[in-house]
């Protein structure tokens, strides 16, 4: 899976795995989750500034595991 940095206040960096939809996210707070069964669109929503604060409600309905 390759991670991206992204700009934001509470979002380190994203990743996404297309073959499992799994959307990984790495808060700067430390922790990283992956999100199940996660469309690629959203990932990509997830590259763009400030994410969390526009589509942390989108991701949070998915299951999520901690690493």
Partial sequence: ????????????????????????????SGGTYDYADVDVALFHQMLQPHPWHRLHQQVKKHHCTLL
């Fill in 1 to 28: 899976m390759q991670i991206h940095p992204v700009t934001s206040g509470n979002v380190a960096s994203v990743g996404y795995d297309p073959d499992t939809r799994t959307l990984r996210v790495r808060f700067r």
